[in-house]
Structure formats: C-alpha cells, structure tokens
C-alpha cells in the first residue's frame, strides 16, 4: 500500500509541458478573439446595420461580435484556467469547446441531410442580396468576385437581376442599366480590356445567344459543382478546425486529472501527517 502510494507521488504532479501548451493554445485564439472584435465594431460603426440586415438577412458584423465574444470568454477562462491551476475554469472552458464541437458536428449531419433545404435558403439570401447589389459597395464586390470567380451570374440564372431595381426590364424602368446585367457577368478573357457595360441589355437577348457574352447559369449550381468536385479539401478544412478543439478539450482534460491527482495527493499527505494514528 505504501509502494503504491510512492509510486503515485512520482506521478502525481501538474506537467508544465501540459500547463504552459494549453496557455500557449488559448493565448492564441484569444488573440483571434480581439482582432474579431475590433473587426466587428469596425465594421459595426462604419456600416448601417439596417442595410446588412436587409442585404443578408443576418448583420455580419453583429455575427462577427458574438463570435468574437464568445471564443474571447472562452479562451480567457482558458487562459486564466492553465495559469491558475483552476479546475472550475478549466471544466468550463473543456465543456464549452465539446459543445461547440458537437453544435459542429450535428449543423454538418443537418446540412447534409437536409440539403435542399439549406439551398434553398442559400438562394433566397443571394437573391436577396442582388436585389440591394447597389446599396452597398462591399456588398456589390463580393458578389462581383464570385460571379467572376465561379463564372456565374445571378442565383438561379442570368434573369435574377430583374428582380433588381436598376436592372429590372419592365419598360417604366427609367434606368440607364435597364434589361442589363453586372459587367462582372461577361465572360472576359485576360488578354481583353474590361468593358463595365458589356452587359448591357442581355436580359432582353435569348438564352443560347446571351450565353456567347455572359455566364447565363447561376452562381447556387456553380458553387455546388465546386462543392461535389472539392470535397476533399472541404473536408480536409473541416479537419482542420475541428483538430485544434480536439486539441484544447483533450489538454484541458489531462491538465484537469492531474490537478486532481495533485490535489487527492496532497489531502492524503495532510491525513497522514495529522493523524498520529495512521
């Protein structure tokens, strides 16, 4: 009995490998956490939250804050947990990275399972945005870069920016952009000087004889081919963001034993040394 308890006072110690590793890994992602912040009351201040709630449905900035706030609580306790030695913040900090691994994992179980319905939704909040391409300029880029990027234009096709007031192509429309479409709808060569009306009156041409200067397919299609054709990588970052939870929950877990460990170890030594009769 004694032996054993020998052995364990050899083992029963806080590794500061473990300790100063799990303070390195929060210290990180905490300072992730503040450049989130600042980055959402940036884009908080500068921008009108009504125009992004009405451009997406959902305030990217207010987004960016709660998650901000969230990974910074959590990290803090983290921190603060390793340096401390408490077993209270620790616990805090493992259960809410398991939860946010787990919330993870069943969004991507339902977003699989439910696909068409996550699409559809999709398609609404890009169709959604087309109609305020011109209230917002980071709005009118982004959607740019993809329509260039993936080759696309539109949602569902090129006939979705009718539904935008200066491209719509009813006859009182007295918009100079009537019936057209974003420039960054042509289909460009590199070679060629970008023209920023080459899409000028496609939405009146037919189909096949639009689609020889425009991409008539829309962007929801493009992104689920590159979806299907790239879900290696996708996976692979999946994979990667969720190792460095995995990380935190197992590290916070072996630092949480072995403070326990510590803990029964020296309340057995004060037993011992109390009791004259043991």
Not at 151 to 157: E, H, I
Not at 244 to 270: A, M, R, T, W
Request: proline share 3%.
């Amino acid at each position: 009995m004694c032996g054993k308890r020998g052995r364990d006072e050899d083992f029963s110690h806080v590794s500061p490998v473990v300790k100063y590793a799990l303070f390195l890994f929060n210290f990180i992602f905490w300072l992730i956490a503040m450049t989130m912040i600042a980055i959402g009351v940036y884009a908080r201040v500068e921008k009108h939250a009504e125009t992004a709630l009405a451009c997406l449905s959902v305030d990217p900035a207010l987004m960016l804050l709660v998650i901000g706030v969230l990974m910074f609580i959590i990290t803090f306790c983290g921190c603060v947990g390793s340096l401390r030695e408490n077993i209270c913040l620790l616990q805090f900090f493992c259960i809410s990275l398991t939860i946010i691994f787990l919330l993870q994992l069943v969004a991507g179980v339902l977003g699989f399972v439910f696909s068409d319905k996550a699409r559809n939704k999709v398609t609404k909040i890009v169709t959604n945005a087309i109609v305020h391409y011109r209230e917002d300029i980071d709005l009118q880029n982004l959607i740019d870069f993809g329509q260039k990027e993936f080759g696309c234009c539109g949602a569902v096709s090129y006939g979705d920016w009718s539904k935008n007031m200066y491209f719509n192509c009813t006859p009182s429309n007295p918009s100079r952009e009537r019936c057209s479409v974003p420039f960054s709808c042509c289909i460009i060569t590199k070679d060629k000087v970008i023209n920023t009306m080459c899409g000028q009156g496609m939405q009146e041409m037919e189909y096949i004889k639009a689609g020889d200067y425009i991409y008539t397919n829309g962007c929801i299609d493009k992104v689920v081919d590159w979806i299907h054709s790239n879900l290696f990588l996708l996976g692979g970052i999946a994979l990667g963001l969720a190792i460095p939870q995995l990380v935190g929950i197992v590290l916070s877990q072996i630092l949480i034993n072995q403070i326990k460990d510590q803990i029964e170890l020296q309340n057995y030594k004060f037993l011992h040394r109390t009791d004259p009769w043991r």
